[in-house]
C-alpha cells in the first residue's frame, strides 16, 4: 500500500531533511483528528536543536508557514515535534537550575543576578516629528 503525501506533509519532510545532520531519520505522519490536521515529526536526538531553533525559531516558523499552507486548503494544521530518547535539548526547568548554580559558583549574588538591566527611557514622536526628521 502506497503512502499518499500531502502538501503540508511534504513541506514538514522537505524543510527538516535540508536543516539536519541526519536527513534519513525524518519521519513525518498526518493525522486528522477533530481539531484539524496534526502533523508529527521524529529526528534524530542530535539534530533536535537544528529543529528547534534559538529560543524556538525555527520551529516557529514552520508552524507558521503550516498555517499559512493550511488556511490555503480550509484546514487547520498543527506541528508537534516529538523529542527523542537521548536528544541534547536541554528543558528550561533544567537549565534555569544551572544558571542558578553557575551563579553561586562564580560568587555573584543572586539577587544581583536577578535585576534587569535599566530600560531606557523611551521618547515619543509624532509621526510629522519623524517625517520631519527624514525630509531634512
Same mark, same amino acid.
Given at each position: 500500500m502506497t503512502e499518499e503525501k500531502y502538501t503540508d506533509q511534504e513541506f514538514v519532510e522537505f524543510s527538516a531533511k535540508l536543516l539536519v545532520d541526519h536527513p534519513e531519520d525524518i519521519k513525518v505522519e498526518r493525522r486528522i483528528d477533530e481539531r484539524g490536521v496534526l502533523i508529527t515529526l521524529d *529526528?534524530?536526538?542530535? !539534530?533536535? +536543536?537544528?529543529?528547534?531553533?534559538? !529560543?524556538? =525559531?525555527? =520551529?516557529? =516558523? @514552520?508552524?507558521? %508557514? %503550516?498555517? *499559512? @499552507? +493550511?488556511?490555503?486548503? &480550509?484546514?487547520? *494544521? &498543527?506541528?508537534? @515535534?516529538?523529542?527523542?530518547? +537521548?536528544?541534547t535539548h536541554i528543558k528550561r526547568e533544567d537549565r534555569k537550575e544551572e544558571v542558578k548554580e553557575e551563579v553561586s559558583k562564580e560568587g555573584v549574588k543572586k539577587e544581583e543576578y536577578a535585576k534587569k538591566e535599566p530600560q531606557q527611557e523611551e521618547v515619543k514622536r509624532s509621526v510629522d516629528d519623524v517625517v520631519n526628521d527624514i525630509t531634512l
Open positions: *529526528v534524530n536526538p542530535q !539534530d533536535m +536543536g537544528m529543529i528547534i531553533g534559538r !529560543d524556538g =525559531a525555527t =520551529a516557529k =516558523a @514552520i508552524r507558521t %508557514l %503550516l498555517r *499559512v @499552507i +493550511g488556511a490555503r486548503h &480550509n484546514a487547520r *494544521v &498543527n506541528l508537534r @515535534i516529538n523529542e527523542p530518547e +537521548g536528544s
